[in-house]
């Protein structure tokens, strides 16, 4: 879908709050995020920046508000019809597939992709063989993508943490997601494994035009890779602007900071 | 190539299609014994083994090969703990008496697919509860499931046609005029028929695991959230495992009975039964289609091995102490294997054709 047929913004998240008993994790956040964009979403510990893409994927359900992907209300989704729709997610502490190879792994990214038909799939005949091909195919293309041609074959748990999250993006991009989540990419990575993952992230966005929203802790990064910040606080959205205004957004700085006590 | 066949070599095995790489035996010699195995065990034992070998090692070996292929694809490979295989090969069983009684004319092999498919709906059925508790509780659940069917099947006399012995017998059933079931049927032709049996589900076994089925039950298995947000429905994959995996014990507990025992009562599927297969699959090795094998064998044969070793070297000793060494060995040896191999014989199998591909260079 181009541009100009999109219209309004891809994702629509409108005065959703989430709680857990007493605990407002979320309250009235809003945020609109435009095709093609990458935004990303930065704030103190426990500020909701989890619980946002939680609700987003479909994991928490809103008790207020609204969510809205490509124009059409999805607050209720159950996590796997959420896939369905072309948003997929990393999560913060490595999900992966531990006892399967790096392969099975990204294989299983393409899930929806996939037509099932029992019988054949047991017989490993005709069409169920031909698919499974076609995208082992798929999957090669994004291993190259990725440049991780080498651990093909072994089993996810025991690679080290650096190639485990790239193996986890690699399997959230094999279903060709419009919207793509990624809670914490970088967390734990020395600095050159971060300038690997950021131009990944922005390889992704410009060669296939997916949305990104990210969670970062690491400010050179955000400051770098993002169109647009939103900074929760507290479960409430304090900032949303282009990173050069958030360095100087004075709401931002004493969330990070503190309040300075005039005297 | 000659050399290729006499060392177990791939250098010079370029793969250049996919289809290649995702071939079973990727690797030439593999397949070359793989074939030759099956031609060998269709052929070998029936002109060859006597009927000791035959009826009381090959013939149970296959049959619990089937039912430890199918508690793997559910622990194994969908990670949903079971304790209901025995009470789900009743199921099949019962299913098979009860069809040979009241369809005659039905062809053996149809009345076999046919228990499978009862035992598969009854462990749908027994599977839905994996949706809310997972681990030893499912286990729990099963359990349920295995003390329920028993006590079913000995409360109501119609699954035993009202025989008052509360036995079911294999009627005489023949196929392709080879009599199969039965007292008259031959041990040779029932092994026949359990290795076929056997052969072709292991491959659907296999086929199933090595795709699209088999990923979604493995990551339901290692990561059920970020399952999910790949698109895998927990509860139908789920029920989907449970259903395949009851149809595989369904089928291995008509043969029980109609290739293996002639007849038998609930005792025979007794909570007994579920913990060995699941020994089996534990110490073959869980997500393994071969370690199914390979449990099955080493919980079956090792037992018969400890009984004929102390006569074999020559000790003679009391049978009543023979028989209580044999179980402290075996218990022993169950132990050792778990301690120094967690992931079964399957992993050892394969650790020693890692090495074997080496050798004789120790790196």
Redesign the interface.
């Known amino acids: 879908m181009s541009r100009a047929e999109a219209g309004g913004p891809l994702l629509e998240v409108e005065g959703v709050s989430v709680r857990f008993g007493a605990l407002i994790a979320l309250n009235r956040v809003s945020l609109g995020v435009a095709r093609e964009e990458v935004v990303a979403i930065i704030g103190p510990n426990g500020a909701g920046k989890t619980t946002l893409l939680n609700a987003i994927s479909g994991f928490y359900h809103p008790y207020e508000g609204r969510i809205a992907f490509a124009g059409r209300d999805r607050t209720h989704l159950r996590p796997p019809d959420v896939a369905a729709l072309g948003i997929a997610r990393t999560f913060q502490n490595v999900a992966l597939f531990r006892g399967m190879s790096v392969l099975d792994n990204i294989m299983t990214g393409r899930l929806l992709k996939m037509r099932g038909s029992f019988l054949l799939e047991a017989l490993y005949w005709g069409p169920a063989r031909r698919q499974e091909l076609e995208h082992r195919a798929a999957v090669e293309r994004i291993i190259d993508f990725l440049e991780i041609q080498g651990i093909r074959k072994t089993p996810a748990g025991r690679l080290p943490y650096g190639l485990q999250k790239r193996v986890e993006l690699a399997r959230a991009l094999a279903a060709e997601p419009t919207l793509l989540l990624l809670d914490e990419p970088m967390a734990g990575m020395n600095v050159e494994e971060k300038e690997d993952m950021c131009r990944f992230i922005l390889d992704v966005n410009q060669e296939f035009g997916t949305t990104i929203v990210l969670i970062e802790h690491d400010m050179g990064v955000v400051m770098d890779i993002s169109d647009r910040v939103v900074v929760l606080d507290y479960g409430r959205k304090i900032a949303d602007a282009p990173p050069a205004e958030i360095r100087s957004d004075r709401a931002v700085l004493d969330a990070y900071l503190g309040v300075a006590h005039e005297s | 190539m000659g050399r290729l066949e006499v060392i177990y070599r791939e250098a010079g095995q370029f793969k250049a299609?996919?289809?290649s790489d995702?071939a079973i035996f990727p690797i030439v010699q593999d397949r070359v014994v793989v074939v030759a195995i099956a031609v060998v065990a269709f052929v070998v034992p029936p002109l060859v083994a006597g009927e000791y070998w035959l009826q009381a090692i090959l013939i149970p070996f296959l049959i619990y090969t089937l039912a430890a292929i199918g508690l793997n694809l559910l622990t194994g490979y969908a990670g949903q703990l079971s304790l209901g295989t025995g009470g789900f090969m009743a199921v099949g069983a019962y299913s098979a008496f009860k069809l040979t009684t009241a369809f005659p004319q039905l062809s053996i092999v149809v009345v076999f697919l046919l228990s499978g498919l009862v035992a598969a709906v009854i462990g749908l059925g027994f599977g839905i509860p994996s949706l809310r508790i997972k681990g030893f509780y499912l286990a729990v659940a099963t359990l349920a499931a295995q003390f329920f069917l028993i006590w079913l099947f000995n409360k109501v006399a119609w699954f035993t046609n009202y025989a008052s012995s509360g036995t079911i017998t294999a009627p005489h059933r023949t196929l392709l005029g080879v009599t199969v079931t039965g007292p008259n049927a031959s041990a040779a032709a029932r092994y026949v028929m359990a290795l076929a049996f056997v052969a072709v589900f292991a491959l659907?076994a296999k086929?199933?695991v090595?795709?699209?089925?088999g990923?979604?039950w493995?990551?339901i298995?290692?990561?059920d959230?970020?399952?999910?947000?790949?698109?895998?429905?927990p509860l139908r994959t789920k029920l989907l495992a449970f259903g395949i995996s009851s149809f595989y014990c369904g089928v291995a507990g008509a043969e029980l009975v109609f290739l293996y025992l002639g007849s038998a009562e609930t005792l025979a599927f007794d909570i007994n039964q579920s913990f060995l297969v699941l020994f089996m699959v534990i110490i073959g090795g869980l997500?393994s289609i071969l370690g199914s094998w390979l449990g099955a064998a080493f919980i079956l044969m090792l037992p018969i091995l400890l009984t004929n070793l102390p006569h074999a070297v020559g000790l003679t000793m009391s049978v009543a102490l023979q028989k209580q060494i044999e179980l402290m060995v075996f218990g022993g040896l169950i132990l050792f294997f778990l301690i120094v191999e967690p992931h079964g014989l399957a992993r050892l199998w394969q650790i020693g054709k890692e090495k074997l591909r080496l050798w004789p260079f120790p790196h």
């Open positions: 299609t996919y289809a995702q659907v086929n199933l090595r795709g699209r089925i990923r979604s493995m990551a298995r290692d990561r959230i970020a399952a999910e947000i790949i698109g895998v429905r997500g």
